[in-house]
């Protein structure tokens, strides 16, 4: 009876896109170290993992894809084929293939489709570069040669294994008792999907009479099928060598490549012990033996569906809300009990919001990852260089954000390559570096994460565009001779804007800085621009951590109660009757020599009622970009955690308002969009 697999799909799909996005990110890294052969190694895993999986699932034409793939891989390892840009581009290709079937997969469950040519221009690339095989094995490289030498070195000296203090008192009381310590070398069929079945069929096999004190790689990672063709292993046995061999080899798709028995008078216990992946962490920790074990901890995970989280974070949004309304009712009723009762919820509301905050927190890593593949194949195809650099990857975003902000990034950086960089006989021309170079950073500051894009390019040419806003009836001349760099360098975002001569695959079509401030607004962020003649430009984004709760501080206009996001307001101050001016028929305050422009929020909104001229007023001081307003205001309330609410389709996009908030006390209060009302 046949298996129904249809309950693993979610599991092989989510499991399959992080094979992808290692593929990606290492098939890029093949490009520049073509001789580091770890990077092959993670190619050749991910690779081989993809085949057994979608085996296993029956999706057969991307088994086999893989497999002629793993092929080459396998080559490459081997010294047979040599690391090149067309291995790489077909590899790349291969790449977009996988994506693709398993988008299909995805939509309606079935990959099926046609790779015979892609698989043709496999095989094409395997038997054209034969003569690397032969060369290797007039050297002496040959993968059997290397089998040998590796035996050889672990016979002549056991310490290449590693034993700790606890290994070497076990071998040694195995030995006093006259048991047999061998090592044994286990290949495992190139063709073999299930090597992790395999690995445990061997380690059962030698339980009957045998222990395994250490293996290479970790068990642990044999147990998972995280190994190449062979593995190594070191037992203490009662049986004899014939034995062990003979019950070895009757495993299918198993076979002792050596076995041996070993002498452990010369083995010393090594000064640490790490894993392959503890060893960096291990460099930078101190020499006390106690330390490295930390490296060893396994961190344990849980895929949570999104939904979940969203669900869990309008809960704790609707006790935020509740607590505040409890606030309230214990300021007026002044019980003791009650307000100490409220001082713990409120301890615990703020800890629990924390860690459901801290929980949809996602690294910009998984944005950043899928643009190194971008950028390459957009420079190729202008016929450009590019060093393509990334800073900050670790630096986290609520995922609200995170899945937003890849579109404004894809804009900014294509507009970087095709607008900014330069060719390479422009740039010999112009003194600099054949190869120009873009960097794509973030970081975190404050209650903010800051996303940079900057390149080393020839800068925003501002005639050209005054003179490109001119054309398009943008702005008249007169307004460009009174613009400075800054206003010019603003038109660039304006809607259908675009300095390209010609519409090309790229750019041309006035679509793109546009959105990208669109975008960005939409988030409460903002878009900075710094570009210097010849030298550069520099897009940054300024990005709030989290969308979901944050602070405010509550106003009051007339009769009505607003809430302004913290993170616009500069400060607060108060202000008296004479303190206001009037520059062109409009109200300024001077504020520490700075002129500041006054706006009455009551006016601004159209609230309804008559303005009172109150000798003493309050000023909210807020800013957008390196833009100051005073918005004046009736009282100031204080400041307040809040739940933004979206307001529906009908209220959305409404100038000025950002959504509202269901307040302690019940009512409903409008939030306000600083961006906008600008």
Do not use: W
């Not at 709030?544 to 996001?565: G, K």
Request: aromatic share 4%; hydrophobic share 40%; net charge negative.
């Amino acid at each position: 009876m046949k298996m129904d697999m249809s309950q693993y799909l979610d599991v092989f799909l989510e499991e399959s896109k992080e094979h992808l996005e290692s593929l990606n990110q290492k098939l890029l890294e093949l490009e520049k170290h073509s001789q580091d052969i770890s990077v092959l190694n993670e190619i050749f895993r991910a690779a081989h993992t993809l085949k057994g999986m979608s085996s296993t699932m029956g999706f057969d034409d991307l088994a086999d894809l893989t497999h002629h793939m793993e092929n080459i891989l396998s080559d490459l390892k081997e010294g047979m084929l040599e690391v090149n840009s067309q291995v790489v581009d077909v590899l790349f290709q291969c790449f977009d293939r996988i994506q693709l079937i398993i988008e299909r997969i995805e939509s309606n469950n079935s990959g099926a489709i046609d790779n015979s040519e892609l698989i043709f221009l496999l095989e094409n690339v395997k038997s054209g570069n034969g003569q690397f095989g032969v060369a290797n094995e007039m050297a002496g490289n040959s993968p059997e040669a290397n089998r040998d030498i590796r035996v050889d070195q672990i016979l002549t000296d056991p310490n290449t294994f590693g034993f700790n203090d606890y290994d070497i008192t076990v071998l040694k009381e195995a030995a006093s008792k006259d048991f047999k310590i061998h090592y044994i070398k286990l290949g495992v069929d190139k063709n073999c999907l299930m090597k992790a079945v395999r690995a445990f069929m061997v380690f059962r096999a030698l339980e009957e009479d045998s222990e395994i004190i250490k293996s290479i790689p970790p068990a642990q990672e044999i147990e998972e099928g995280k190994f190449e063709e062979y593995f190594e292993i070191f037992v203490v046995s009662g049986s004899e060598r014939q034995e062990l061999e003979n019950r070895l080899n009757n495993i299918s798709e198993i076979k002792v490549l050596a076995i041996q028995e070993m002498d452990i008078s010369d083995i010393q216990p090594e000064k640490q012990t790490m894993s392959i992946e503890a060893a960096p962490e291990i460099k930078e920790s101190s020499q006390d033996n106690t330390e490295p074990k930390k490296a060893h901890k396994v961190k344990q995970t849980v895929r949570v569906d999104i939904d979940r989280l969203d669900s869990l974070m309008n809960l704790v949004g609707e006790l935020v809300m509740h607590k505040g309304r409890l606030e309230q009712i214990g300021a007026s009723s002044k019980i003791n009990e009650l307000n100490e009762t409220i001082e713990q919820i409120d301890r615990i509301s703020t800890d629990l919001q924390s860690v459901v905050m801290k929980v949809r927190m996602v690294p910009v890593e998984q944005v950043f990852n899928r643009f190194p593949r971008m950028v390459r194949d957009l420079a190729k195809d202008l016929n450009k260089e590019v060093d393509f650099l990334m800073e900050g990857k670790e630096t986290e975003l609520d995922r609200t954000v995170i899945d937003e902000i890849g579109d404004p990034l894809v804009h900014l950086l294509r507009n970087s390559i095709d607008h900014a960089i330069e060719s390479p006989q422009e740039r010999l021309r112009a003194g600099k570096s054949q190869k120009g170079t873009v960097m794509l950073r973030a970081r975190h500051e404050g209650n903010n994460v800051y996303i940079e894009v900057e390149d080393d390019g020839a800068g925003i040419n501002v005639k050209r565009v005054l003179e490109k806003g001119i054309e398009k009836g943008i702005i008249t001349a007169k307004e460009a001779e009174q613009m400075n760099q800054d206003d010019a360098i603003g038109l660039l975002f304006t809607s259908g804007f675009s300095t390209a001569q010609n519409v090309t695959d790229v750019s041309g079509r006035g679509v793109g800085l546009d959105v990208v401030k669109t975008k960005i607004e939409s988030l409460s962020g903002e878009i900075f621009v710094d570009s210097r003649p010849g030298k550069g430009t520099r897009f940054r984004i300024k990005l709030p951590l989290t969308l979901a709760i944050i602070q405010a501080l509550m106003i009051s206009v007339r009769d009505e109660i607003y809430a302004i996001p913290l993170g616009s307001v500069d400060e607060t101050t108060m202000i008296k009757n004479h303190d206001i001016k009037m520059v062109q028929n409009q109200e300024v305050i001077v504020l520490r020599g700075n002129v500041l422009p006054l706006f009455r929020l009551s006016s601004l909104l159209e609230i309804p009622g008559e303005i009172e001229r109150e000798d003493e007023m309050y000023v909210v001081v807020v800013r957008k970009a390196e833009r100051q307003i005073g918005l004046v205001v009736d009282t100031l309330i204080g400041q307040q955690e809040i739940v933004i609410k979206a307001l529906g389709k009908i209220l959305a996009g409404i100038p000025g308002i950002a959504g509202a908030i269901v307040a302690g006390d019940g009512h409903v209060r409008l939030i306000i969009d600083i961006a906008t009302l600008f």
